[in-house]
């Protein structure tokens, strides 16, 4: 009995210490895990501390960016279709970057553009050559200026019922521009190409009236710029601007029987411009204009798009 009472004991002794072993094991794990919760906690509180001010940061750069394209104004534009309304949208980015708004508008005719500019409601017309702009303001009473030379455009003679100039016949018709500087244009590039004869030194300011030799006895048909493409299914030949033929579906280089060579006199002088009313010439949205249609960006543009039909003013 004495053997059993102490074997009972003895093995009451070790389930206790059992039992006491695995309490030990199980307060050291808790022990260990409460410091990694404690730093897993930290980590995520100084996460979120953070948080907060990198949104500053991000929202104080956006702030900056803003500010270096704060914007400056709006140059609202007048302008023919082709190609001056096109070039125009190429220089919206680039304005953009600089602050300035570009509003382009598109006129179909020769008057209105330079009657809002000279009222007012237009800050600059993109149409016309200095020569067209002169004549304008001498006729009209307006106070246009050149603001800067931004390209030309080489005039050419296009086919119409017929595609060579040695075709010509009596009674045959061609299609000229009206307007004044235009018109003279026109005749000149015929003289060149041995259709008629103008009078001695009548050069730019040259009309049918100046015309002295007419072998092929052809019929010269004066007609508004902008109407001149549209008859050329009806006459024999069209002499047209370098814009109103592109708008028709000409390409100078491949459609034209005769053009204007880049060293001609007139190719020279028809240089179109950007023109405002007189004393707007220096103001900053207009300095920044001519800038930009001056710039390698849109020559690039220029040369890569209109296959000769527009050529950069240097």
Excluded at 123 to 151: K, M, R
Excluded at 181 to 205: M, S
Excluded at 248 to 258: L, P, W
């Amino acid at each position: 009995m004495k053997k059993k009472f102490i074997a009972g004991i003895l093995t009451a002794a070790l389930a206790v210490g059992a039992l006491t072993g695995c309490g030990g094991s199980g307060e050291s794990a808790a022990e260990t895990t409460a410091p990694a919760q404690e730093e897993t906690t930290a980590e995520a509180e100084t996460e979120a501390e953070a948080e907060p001010e990198a949104e500053a940061e991000t929202a104080e750069a956006e702030t900056e960016e803003t500010a270096e394209v704060e914007s400056k104004g709006t140059i609202t534009v007048a302008a023919s279709p082709t190609p001056h309304a096109e070039i125009l949208e190429q220089a919206k980015p680039i304005l953009a970057e600089q602050g300035w708004d570009l509003e382009v508008t598109e006129f179909e005719d020769y008057v209105q553009p330079n009657m809002v500019v000279e009222s007012g409601e237009f800050d600059a017309n993109y149409f016309q050559h200095i020569p067209y702009l002169d004549s304008f303001n001498e006729e009209q009473g307006t106070h246009l200026v050149n603001a800067g030379g931004i390209h030309y455009e080489p005039f050419g003679i296009y086919p119409g019922t017929k595609s060579d100039l040695s075709t010509l016949e009596s009674g045959d018709v061609i299609a000229v521009p009206n307007d004044t500087t235009n018109e003279a244009r026109a005749l000149l590039l015929l003289q060149d190409n041995g259709i008629l004869t103008l009078k001695d030194g009548v050069g730019l300011e040259a009309t049918v009236r100046d015309i002295v030799d007419n072998p092929y006895e052809v019929e010269i048909q004066e007609l508004e710029a902008a109407q001149v493409p549209r008859v050329k299914d009806e006459v024999a030949f069209a002499v047209m601007n370098g814009n109103y033929a592109m708008e028709a579906g000409f390409s100078v280089s491949k459609d034209a029987v005769a053009y204007e060579q880049s060293d001609s006199e007139a190719a020279q002088t028809y240089v179109n411009v950007i023109a405002v009313k007189e004393g707007n010439e220096n103001n900053e949205g207009i300095k920044a204009l001519v800038d930009v249609l001056k710039s390698d960006e849109i020559k690039d543009y220029i040369n890569s798009t209109y296959d000769g039909g527009v050529i950069p003013f240097e």
